[in-house]
């Protein structure tokens, strides 16, 4: 069943219409720096979501809150402030439930099942589409 349920995540992400037109998201106009950190907090959702689905195929909650706990609301906190200041509010509309819901897992982790953890860990994967759809770091 949980194979089934991981499959229908990925299905999903490969039937999300890709388009390869000019680039008309918005950007954030960051410096070179900035844009590094940035980037390295997104490959870090990427792995913390990547470690949550593990967890889910494993039947591990101590792996999914593990991972999720990386991109929580400490990552948020500790994103530098040059940032935060250059980060418009719809981008934070975003981006602040984001690292809620990654709160969220940590605690459902604990009394969920695997498959309600999986829809959930879809709901976190669309704000994440959401954002890369709307934004680019530079």
Do not use: W
Not at 28 to 33: H, R, S, Y
Not at 39 to 58: D, H, N, P, T, V
Not at 76 to 104: C, N, V
């Amino acid at each position: 069943m949980i194979k089934k349920i991981l499959f229908s995540i990925l299905l999903f992400g490969l039937s999300h219409s890709v388009s390869f037109s000019a680039d008309t998201r918005i950007s954030l106009d960051l410096t070179a720096d900035e844009k590094a950190e940035f980037l390295s907090e997104m490959r870090q959702m990427l792995a913390s979501i990547q470690g949550i689905i593990s967890g889910i195929a494993e039947e591990n909650p101590d792996k999914i809150i593990n991972a999720a706990k990386y991109s929580g609301n400490s990552m948020a906190r500790s994103t530098p402030i040059s940032i935060k200041k250059k980060t418009p509010l719809e981008f934070k509309e975003i981006g602040a439930p984001t690292h809620m819901m990654f709160e969220e897992l940590v605690i459902r982790a604990e009394t969920d099942d695997m498959q309600t953890l999986t829809e959930f860990t879809g709901q976190i994967m669309q704000q994440c589409l959401a954002c890369h759809e709307m934004y680019r770091a530079n």
